[in-house]
């Protein structure tokens, strides 16, 4: 339970830590045909080892906030990273492609790689042989992941995450009232006050926190570049 000690989603914090020391390495060794076999095959047997381990402590991990548990779903991300410059307009049917793999995920219970499926799909469209559907259906996704409130929200998606679960506590404390609402009219209401206040938690924390973290981030990062070339000079 420690990945719930302050705040739910920060479990994933110590994850991306954990995965940013490893990286690297499976960057270097995906780039080698046999590196590829040794990345599978290790994210395989950590993710089965840790789903037995899960399995006989149930109350160990509320959360898979430990790197075998989720590196299978970082590997597939690395993977599509790799193939992209190849599968590149290559997907001749993606609006068939998207409803198999949402189905696919629902089915198997692993929705969020039905959805990445999808996305790819999308991605790596062959818009010039589109048929009538896929046209329409790449259409409508350009648009929704184009528009003005979806760069918006996109900027601002890791606030989000970070703060929603925090703002939907203060507003089930603010609306202590309604317990005696039903289920429906109670989810209403409380999304009525978290909503609001977890977009206004979001930017704040987008433009106090992340953006100028992200800046000193990029100077450093420079300033070590600007050192690094003046030593080889």
């Not at 409380?190 to 930017?203: D, G, I, K, W």
């Amino acid at each position: 339970m420690s990945d719930y000690a302050f705040t739910p989603p920060g479990g994933s914090l110590s994850l991306e830590w954990q995965f940013y020391i490893v990286a690297p390495v499976i960057v270097w060794l995906w780039r080698r045909r046999w590196g590829i076999v040794v990345v599978t095959v290790a994210a395989l047997a950590g993710f089965l080892g840790y789903r037995a381990l899960d399995a006989a402590h149930p109350d160990l991990w509320t959360n898979p906030s430990i790197l075998p548990g989720a590196l299978p779903l970082f590997v597939v991300g690395i993977a599509s990273r790799f193939a992209a410059p190849r599968a590149a307009g290559r997907v001749r049917r993606p609006a068939a492609l998207v409803g198999v793999g949402l189905a696919l995920g629902a089915a198997s219970g692993m929705i969020a790689l039905g959805i990445w499926a999808g996305v790819l799909a999308i991605l790596w469209a062959n818009r010039e042989k589109a048929t009538r559907i896929d046209s329409a259906a790449l259409a409508l996704a350009d648009h929704a992941l184009t528009s003005r409130a979806a760069q918006y929200l996109g900027a601002r998606s890791y606030s989000v995450y970070l703060i929603h679960v925090p703002m939907l506590m203060l507003a089930t404390a603010a609306y202590g009232g309604g317990a005696q609402l039903e289920p429906h009219a109670r989810a209403v209401a409380l999304a009525a006050l978290a909503v609001p206040a977890t977009l206004l938690a979001a930017h704040l924390l987008y433009a106090f926190v992340e953006r100028p973290m992200i800046a000193l981030g990029a100077r450093r990062a420079a300033r070590g570049a600007r050192r690094a070339r003046g030593r080889r000079l």
